[in-house]
C-alpha cells in the first residue's frame, strides 16, 4: 500500500509539473518497484555499469556514453535482463565488428554457463568491460583507447573459476592393448558429448593411460591411439574435432592393471586460464570487488 501510495505521489508530481511547464525543474526521489533489490551477480552489475557511467563522464568525457550506461545500470536495478551491447548496433568496420561478435558469443557463454557465487562480480566486470570495448572501438577508431577495457574483459574471463558440475573427470577404459571402445566406453562418450556438444567455446582435454605391461615406447603409441579413438568416438557425436586436444601420457602412475588403461576426459572453457596472474585494474575505476 506504501509502495502504491509512493508511486502515485510521483505521478501525480509529474502531470503537475507538465500543466506549469516546470518539468525539468522536478527531481524524482530514487525507489524501485521492487522488494528486493537485486543481488549476487546483477548487483555487481549495477555497480559495474554505474562506475562506467562515472569513467566516460569524468574520465572520457562523454557524457553520451555515461548517459547509456547509467541507463544500463538503472534496468539492472529495476530487475530487467540487461545484456552486453551488440556490435550490429555500432559503427564499427567489418572486420573488427567479426572479432567483436565473437567476443561477444565468448562472453554470453560465460554468462551463461559459469554463473556461481565465486564467479559473479568477474562476469559482471567482463561484461562491463565488453561493452566499454565496443564503446571505445566506436568512438577511437584510430586510437588505442579500447586497448585497457580489452585487456580487463580477456583478463576477467581468464580468472573464472570452474563451475563444480564441470569438475568431473570422465574415464573410459579399455581392454589389456585394445583401442577399441567398450559399450560402457561409448555410453560414456555419448554422455559426455550431450552435456558438451553446444559449449562451442568449450575444449575437451583427452589423456591417453596404459598399464606396465610391454615397454615404455610402446605403451606411449598406444596411449596416444586410444586418445585418437575417443576423439574420433567424441565426433561421431557431434563434438567439433577442433574443440578436442589429445595428449599420449603412456604409463599411467597413479593407477595400475585395468584401472591404468583409459583415457580421461576434462573439460574447460577455451578463455579461462590455468594459471590465474592476478586482475590489473584500470586506473580511475572503482571496483564493486577484490580479485
Known amino acids: 500500500m ?49 562506475n562506467l557511467a562515472a569513467y566516460e563522464l569524468e574520465v572520457m568525457n562523454h557524457p553520451d556514453d555515461s548517459a547509456h ?51 559473479e562480480a568477474l562476469l559482471a566486470m567482463a561484461q562491463s568491460r565488453y561493452d566499454c570495448w565496443l564503446v571505445h572501438q566506436e568512438d577511437f577508431p584510430a586510437k588505442n583507447a579500447y586497448i585497457s577495457c580489452k585487456k580487463d574483459f580477456y583478463d576477467a574471463l581468464a580468472l573464472l573459476s570452474m563451475p563444480v558440475d564441470d569438475h568431473t573427470i570422465y574415464s573410459i577404459y579399455f581392454d589389456s592393448a585394445a583401442v577399441g571402445l567398450s559399450d560402457d566406453g561409448k555410453e560414456t562418450v555419448s554422455k559426455v558429448a550431450e552435456h558438451y556438444r553446444d559449449r562451442a567455446e568449450w575444449v575437451l582435454i583427452l589423456k591417453g593411460y596404459t598399464d606396465t605391461e610391454g615397454s615404455a615406447s610402446e605403451n606411449k603409441v598406444l596411449s596416444m591411439r586410444r586418445a585418437i579413438a ?4 567424441l565426433a561421431q557425436y557431434g ?3 577442433d574443440n578436442i586436444v589429445i595428449s599420449a601420457e603412456g604409463e599411467s602412475r597413479k593407477a595400475q592393471g585395468a584401472e591404468g588403461r583409459r583415457v580421461d576426459i576434462e573439460a574447460a572453457p577455451g578463455y579461462m586460464a590455468k594459471d590465474k596472474k592476478g586482475q590489473r585494474v584500470a586506473p580511475g575505476w572503482q571496483h564493486s570487488a577484490e580479485f
Open 69 to 119: 550506461f547509467q541507463a544500463k545500470a538503472r534496468r539492472v536495478l529495476r530487475h530487467q535482463n540487461v545484456p552486453p551491447d551488440d556490435p550490429q548496433d555500432f559503427n564499427i568496420p567489418d572486420g573488427i565488428k567479426k572479432k567483436m561478435i565473437d567476443a561477444r558469443v565468448m562472453l554470453m557463454d560465460a554468462l551463461e554457463t559459469m554463473q556461481t557465487s565465486e564467479n
Open 230 to 233: 575417443v576423439k574420433h568416438a
Open 239 to 241: 563434438i567439433s574435432l
Open 2 to 50: 506504501k509502495k502504491t501510495a509512493k508511486i502515485i505521489t510521483v505521478l501525480l508530481a509529474l502531470v503537475l509539473a507538465s500543466c506549469s511547464g516546470n518539468l525539468a525543474d522536478i527531481k524524482l526521489p530514487s525507489f524501485t518497484l521492487f522488494d528486493e533489490t537485486p543481488r549476487g551477480f546483477y548487483a555487481n552489475l549495477a555497480n559495474e555499469y554505474e
